[in-house]
T-cell receptor, first 113, second 114 residues
Framework: DQQVKQNSPSLSVQEGRISILNCDYT??????FLWYKKYPAEGPTFLISISSIKDKNEDGRFTVFLNKSAKHLSLHIVPSQPGDSAVYFCAARAPQGAQKLVFGQGTRLTINP | DTEVTQTPKHLVMGMTNKKSLKCEQH?????MYWYKQKAKKPPELMFV???????INESVPSRFSPECPNSSLLNLHLHALQPEDSALYLC?????????????FGDGTRLSIL
């Protein structure tokens, strides 16, 4: 039972353009969502998060959108840079009073010069 | 630079060995976590410690034994592991286990079981 899904295993974007990564979830009780970036041989690095009471959060080039009715969130990166090439994981916090994160399968983003 | 430090970075052990993974953070976080990540898969939660007490055990086999000796340290003791336990083991920490604060991860220990 995969509660958090990233249906695109990979995405290729031109440098300077917008990258849009998508994530769907099934549990309507999830209350906190996060995006992590992972380079090879490193641990996941926190990028941006959003609480379920909001529908948008921005931090520099990164914006996360949450559509609760569709159980969908997306990460927008603009403009995309070569250093953004990595695997991106979305994660959702399970509603059990503790920080139990459920991760999606990840999307490998490649930024082409 | 990661603020969560894991040692060793790599570990190769036989199925009869006993070894330990170590995780350290000095951010004053009171929640610490162990995750297991297989190749091309997402991290999967194993254990959560909150204020040095075990709060979540995700039905992990007893050959994995966590320990939190103080608020900065988290250990994972390994004994009689199986080849399928080969994976990247990630440690993470957060200020606590209930507020909307992200978990911060170390770079992991890559474990190979012969």
């Amino acid at each position: 039972d995969q509660q958090v899904k990233q249906n695109s295993p990979s995405l290729s974007v031109q440098e300077g353009r917008i990258s849009i990564l998508n994530c769907d979830y099934t549990n309507s009780m999830f209350d906190y969502f996060l995006w992590y970036k992972k380079y090879p041989a490193e641990g996941p690095t926190f990028l941006i998060s959003i609480s379920s009471i909001k529908d948008k959060n921005e931090d520099g080039r990164f914006t996360v959108f949450l559509n609760k009715s569709a159980k969908h969130l997306s990460l927008h990166i603009v403009p995309s840079q070569p250093g953004d090439s990595a695997v991106y994981f979305c994660a959702a916090r399970a509603p059990q009073g503790a920080q139990k994160l459920v991760f999606g399968q990840g999307t490998r983003l490649t930024i082409n010069p | 630079d990661t603020e969560v430090t894991q040692t060793p970075k790599h570990l190769v052990m036989g199925m009869t060995n006993k070894k330990s993974l170590k995780c350290e953070q000095h951010m004053g976080h009171r929640a610490m976590y162990w995750y297991k990540q297989k190749a091309k898969k997402p991290p999967e939660l194993m254990f959560v410690y909150s204020y040095e007490k075990l709060s979540i055990n995700e039905s992990v086999p007893s050959r994995f034994s966590p320990e939190c000796p103080n608020s900065s340290l988290l250990n994972l003791h390994l004994h009689a592991l199986q080849p399928e336990d080969s994976a990247l083991y990630l440690c993470a920490s957060s200020p606590n286990d209930y507020s909307n604060q992200p978990q911060h991860f170390g770079d992991g220990t890559r474990l190979s079981i012969l």
